[in-house]
């Protein structure tokens, strides 16, 4: 039997155009259905980011496999984040793209591409400074071989034109399991392990906070709440004091405030095992001491994690150095992008958090802007800008945070 790996090296997000098979493909490689949530379920879409850990063996004939019946020798663990297609979602899908270090877009052979989604995407990928990407050519199945090979060159034709023109297309077919060993190849080449500094301040981006306690619990038995996201940097460890910022949001006369948490883990869970401490790689899930109301239906994501005395800045409003693109990205239309307006209300991701930012000034290459939810980043961290065109938000550009 193959020697068990420990934490998994590197996340691995899997974006695309709602319905391309993002989620089969997770289950495929992994064995885990990443839609859990009741509404993923009945409309067959992710809603919240999913994850799942799979390990890569080496078969006896060199060949790879995540099956661990046929594996010789276990070579390596990865996360994968199975981040939502649908228009409507881009603000999660923006927040999963911020903690992987590659990602696998997903273009089904039996659409046209590009698709405006499939766009938006890929320009998201480039904005927050992904720079590995493999292009996943899904549902060949569907199609004749001619077809497929015209699918490839549309494909081939619109990387041309972005960052990504050298990145691999692979064909698969994620339902019936066709070239799962191509693509785990692919991964293997394409995605090499970062390297990380364990002696910098630890530093977690929260995904998901949740309550794990069953309704009707016997108050004396309940288990803190679970924080879920990625370290970014440094080591974290049981019995660790942390802190939680920008925090919950209380309401104190009549106005909503967001106050910082303080409180220790009494467990880390990742690669499926528990584990003494974790350090950058892999999603991770904290347990803590925290109130499970206070952690339920995701409500702290977005908050960052680390020594409470050691967390960046909290921001209720911040300026931003502009840097826009020339088209709006996800529009079926070939629309201009016009410049920053006065009040506007825009859509602003950074780290893992999405907030909702009032325009208040404007200036040359920048704009100040109030938030509807307060952040927690180092100035010159890099936020997507986002505007609502029509009845959904598409993405415009960036920003850097300004002292």
């Not at 034109?161 to 080449?189: C, R």
């Not at 940097?233 to 967001?258: A, C």
């Not at 499970?292 to 800045?313: E, F, I, N, Y």
Request: aromatic share 4%; glycine share 10%; charged share 25%.
């Amino acid at each position: 039997m193959a020697k068990k790996l420990g934490q998994p090296e590197i996340s691995i997000g899997l974006v695309g155009h709602v319905d391309h098979g993002k989620t089969t493909l997770t289950e495929r490689l992994s064995g885990k259905w990443t839609d859990t949530h009741s509404e993923e379920i009945k409309r067959g879409i992710t809603i919240r980011l999913g994850y799942a850990d799979l390990v890569i063996y080496k078969a006896e004939d060199g060949s790879l496999t995540t099956d661990e019946k046929k594996g010789k020798e276990a070579v390596r663990k990865i996360s994968f984040v199975d981040a939502p297609g649908h228009e409507s979602l881009m603000a999660t899908m923006l927040c999963g793209a911020t903690i992987i270090d590659g990602a696998l877009l997903l273009i089904a052979a039996n659409e046209p591409c590009p698709l405006p989604q499939t766009r938006e995407h890929l320009t998201a990928l480039e904005i927050i400074g992904v720079e590995r990407v493999i292009v996943v050519q899904n549902k060949v199945d569907l199609v004749s071989p001619e077809d497929a090979k015209k699918n490839h060159q549309q494909i081939a034709a619109f990387l041309a034109e972005t960052p990504y023109k050298d990145a691999p297309i692979i064909p698969i077919s994620a339902q019936h399991g066709v070239n799962m060993d191509f693509l785990l190849q692919a991964i293997q080449d394409t995605f090499p392990t970062p390297k990380r500094d364990a002696k910098k301040e630890p530093l977690m981006f929260i995904a998901r906070s949740f309550d794990i306690n069953k309704p009707g619990t016997d108050p004396r038995k309940l288990q803190g709440g679970i924080l879920g996201g990625a370290l970014r940097q440094g080591v974290l460890k049981i019995g660790d004091t942390i802190g939680l910022s920008p925090g919950h949001m209380v309401v104190e006369k009549n106005k909503q405030i967001w106050k910082p948490l303080t409180t220790k883990i009494t467990g880390i869970t990742t690669g499926g095992e528990q584990v003494k401490q974790a350090g950058p790689g892999g999603s991770i899930g904290v347990m803590t001491e925290l109130d499970p109301a206070v952690v339920k239906a995701d409500s702290l994501t977005g908050c960052l994690v680390g020594r409470p005395d050691k967390l960046p800045p909290v921001w209720y409003s911040f300026t931003l150095e502009t840097h826009l693109l020339e088209r709006v990205v996800g529009s079926k239309d070939d629309l201009v992008v016009e410049p920053i307006k006065r009040q506007e209300m825009l859509m602003l991701n950074v780290n893992a958090a999405a907030t909702v930012g009032i325009v208040s000034e404007l200036g040359k290459n920048q704009f100040t802007c109030s938030l509807k939810i307060p952040v927690c980043a180092d100035p010159g961290s890099r936020v997507t800008i986002s505007r609502r065109v029509g009845n959904r938000f598409r993405l415009i550009g960036f920003g850097i945070i300004k002292e």
